[in-house]
């Protein structure tokens, strides 16, 4: 055990004793904790404190102050390193990205890989942009292609495989170019909420795709097989399934490609082409990176930023962290050469909404938006400095030249990237401080606890400021919990309803002013959740992503309140019971399925499509929630073929008007082969199941307002049952810790 002399007891949050017990102590086999919070700092400090190089021995004078950073709780480094550090895995980051080819040799090579960094406790990002896409030729066996969303699914089955010691869940990001073939499909691929449950999903945005879309022009869809263009699809269109999708359900996000190169700082090395599940950290592949936040509402004293304090943090945190680097025991020997090749370190901010409430500025003002750019300018040029003084201390990182710091007259650096804005779910909770640079997810929530009892959660700055005021009562919180805000609450004074507002009292445009603000000083991205309430447009949401990418936002990711069908309300304990009683099922059930009742007029449209078999006239009909039935006419009048595409038509209807989806019933029918392989017409059409698909996916394709129906989600926390809520890119409940990406 360390010497490092307790500088004081830890006041930590119930919560946070909590969170500590489950996921980061010491167990023995039988599960009892074999160490107390304070052992837990100790032991982290105590391995990253080795990795300083002092007089040529291992062990430096750090031990000390960082044991009081973290027990102070004014920095806290990434749950791997909190876990792991001086334990036999020694696995201490969070963050990896793996290359994907197109071969089966890369693909399961990945998918071994992935599964050996998921059990070390890391998260994992791809593209899948060089896999050729769907029934396209291959070589090898004469046969063809199944595309990269196939090979997802093989992913997300080996990612909830694999437990990660029953610490951290395996989460993936995969990201697909707008330009791939398939990247249609790829946008819907999460329409069934039931498939990629281990993935989040973003499309790998260009400027060239954005600026088609503002100009309302078509783009180039590449064969990443052969780099040739294989057809031209309309940007707005697609742009408007991306809306559409991300409206309904909250994905895919969107990573603008070409911004993230721009700020690449080792082009020479590689090209980004993936990040991190959160999206907040662009890596090369074998990359990782290890990340820490700063928890900003430790840097105020009596309405005051204390900047010398921040300054210090800002640099301790920094050597930490490169520290971190070395202490690491990597899970492949490919990643422990490009981390200590490329030294990235991710430093960020936590307990920013807190930050502003105490300095009385809301969240939703100019003045935050301004506070907000400054602090970041100041934490990222003080690590920057540090980064240069550990330079001279220890080196550059070692592909420094030809990295963009390698100019005439610069200053080496130790490390290729410093700052990042990472979610903070967990962490946040052991800090006992708002995540991230989120607004409050909530000032009051009710909490189930055993024997379905509820337990109301109060903001500690809000409760505090109550009680001093003398507002505080019992009944005033649960109207709180129950309304989810306290703005039309007139028991609250008006200037603590002004600056106590949380993650929907604000605008759209506000969580995406405030993500540029922090992206303009940081030297990754920003992990952020743009909220929007249920009766949000599309047009909302498509003004959003457009807002972000004219502020310099390096990507973005919305959820619209209530879109997931089993959401557990964050909120407003009243809602779920009444939502049982007018089901009269369990919340995590979801609602029979009944058939459609055929009105006596529908709208439609009719495709011809070249068939072995000679013409075959498809008709798909509407109504007015979406596409309710399918006609099949041969153009050579009765026979086996006519009989069947018949079939096919009832069939197609009935699934339909039941509430399946348009994609499912492509995915079953297209590529059927009982004609040549080359298939028929300008389609090339293999049989008439491939016809009825085709025409299913032009007739989508020509339909901007294409309806979208979802399949349940889950709901309540897995862990506690209690309140999630989305921020920071993921879903996280603050009643024990858990999260969707961790």
Not at 89 to 107: K, R, T, W
Not at 147 to 171: C, L, N
Not at 477 to 489: H, P, R, S
Request: net charge negative.
């Amino acid at each position: 055990m360390s010497k490092a002399k307790a500088v004081k007891s830890l006041k930590l949050s119930k919560n946070a004793m909590t969170v500590l017990a489950k996921r980061y102590l010491k167990r023995d086999s039988q599960g009892n904790t074999l160490e107390t919070p304070e052992e837990m700092f100790h032991r982290v400090a105590q391995t990253i404190d080795s990795s300083e190089p002092t007089a040529g021995k291992k062990g430096g004078n750090f031990e000390q102050q960082y044991y009081q950073m973290m027990t102070d709780l004014n920095f806290l480094p990434n749950s791997p390193t909190l876990m792991n550090a001086g334990r036999e895995l020694g696995q201490l980051s969070a963050c990896f990205v793996l290359p994907v080819g197109d071969s089966m040799e890369s693909i399961f090579e990945a998918i071994k890989n992935t599964a050996l960094i998921h059990k070390s406790g890391g998260g994992t990002g791809f593209s899948f942009s060089r896999i050729r896409p769907a029934n396209d030729e291959v070589c090898s066996t004469s046969g063809v292609s199944s595309g990269p969303i196939s090979f997802m699914r093989v992913f997300d089955a080996a990612t909830e495989t694999i437990k990660q010691g029953g610490t951290r869940r395996g989460a993936n990001m995969g990201i697909l170019r707008v330009d791939h073939p398939d990247i249609m499909d790829f946008i819907m691929a999460k329409r069934d909420l039931t498939i990629l449950t281990n993935f989040n999903i973003s499309v790998g945005v260009t400027e060239a795709f954005m600026d088609a879309v503002e100009k309302g022009h078509d783009y180039d869809i590449v064969n990443p097989r052969d780099g040739q263009i294989v057809k031209q699809l309309n940007a707005t269109k697609v742009f408007t399934k991306i809306i559409d999708m991300a409206w309904a359900n909250g994905e895919p996000g969107i990573v603008f490609l070409d911004r993230l190169n721009r700020d690449n700082p080792t082009p020479h090395i590689g090209e980004y082409e993936s990040t991190n599940p959160c999206g907040e950290q662009p890596l090369l592949p074998y990359e990782s990176c290890n990340l820490g936040s700063i928890n900003l509402a430790n840097m105020v004293d009596d309405g005051d930023v204390v900047w010398d304090k921040l300054e210090k943090t800002v640099k301790l945190s920094t050597r930490f962290l490169d520290n971190v680097i070395e202490a690491n025991k990597y899970p492949l020997p490919e990643i422990d050469e490009m981390t200590k090749a490329n030294r990235k370190i991710g430093l960020g901010v936590m307990g920013w909404a807190d930050m502003l409430i105490m300095l009385e500025i809301p969240y939703n003002s100019q003045d935050a938006i301004d506070l907000g750019e400054k602090v970041m300018r100041f934490v990222n040029e003080k690590s920057h400095e540090e980064s240069i003084l550990l330079a001279k201390e220890r080196g550059a990182f070692p592909n420094f030249k030809g990295s963009f710091y390698d100019k005439p007259g610069g200053s080496q650096i130790r490390n290729s990237t410093c700052t990042t804005i990472a979610p903070t779910g967990t962490i946040s909770i052991i800090a006992n401080c708002s995540s991230g640079v989120e607004p409050l997810f909530a000032v009051s929530y009710i909490r189930q606890v055993l024997d379905n009892n509820k337990l109301i959660e109060v903001h500690p700055l809000f409760e505090s400021i109550a009680k001093r005021r003398g507002f505080y009562t019992e009944e005033l919180m649960q109207e709180i919990a129950e309304k989810g805000t306290v703005q039309n609450i007139d028991a609250v004074p008006a200037d603590i309803r002004r600056i106590f507002v949380t993650s929907h009292d604000i605008t759209p445009k506000d969580h995406v002013l405030m993500q540029a603000a922090f992206q303009k000083h940081t030297d990754n991205a920003v992990s952020k959740t743009v909220n929007f309430c249920s009766d949000a447009t599309r047009e909302d949401v498509a003004t959003v992503y457009r807002l972000a990418y004219k502020e310099g936002c390096k990507g973005v990711t919305i959820y619209r309140d209530g879109s997931r069908d089993q959401q557990v309300l964050s909120v407003g304990g009243k809602a779920d019971d009444e939502r049982k009683t007018e089901t009269n099922l369990p919340m995590e059930s979801k609602k029979p399925t009944r058939k459609r009742e055929r009105p006596r007029a529908l709208t439609g449209s009719t495709y011809q499509m070249e068939t072995g078999c000679g013409p075959l006239y498809i008709t798909i009909n509407e109504d007015e929630n979406g596409l309710f039935e399918l006609f099949t006419t041969m153009g050579k009048a009765g026979g086996c073929a006519a009989s069947q595409c018949e079939a096919i038509g009832r069939l197609v209807s009935l699934a339909w008007r039941s509430g399946g989806q348009a994609r499912q019933t492509v995915k079953q029918l297209i590529g059927i082969t009982c004609h040549k392989p080359a298939g028929f017409g300008k389609n090339k059409i293999t049989s008439c199941a491939d016809a009825v698909a085709k025409a299913i996916e032009l007739h989508m394709l020509n339909d901007e307002e294409d309806p979208t129906q979802f399949t349940n989600n889950g709901g309540a926390c897995p862990d506690c049952g209690g309140p999630v809520e989305h921020e920071g890119g993921c879903c996280v409940c603050h009643a024990c810790g858990y999260s969707e990406c961790a």
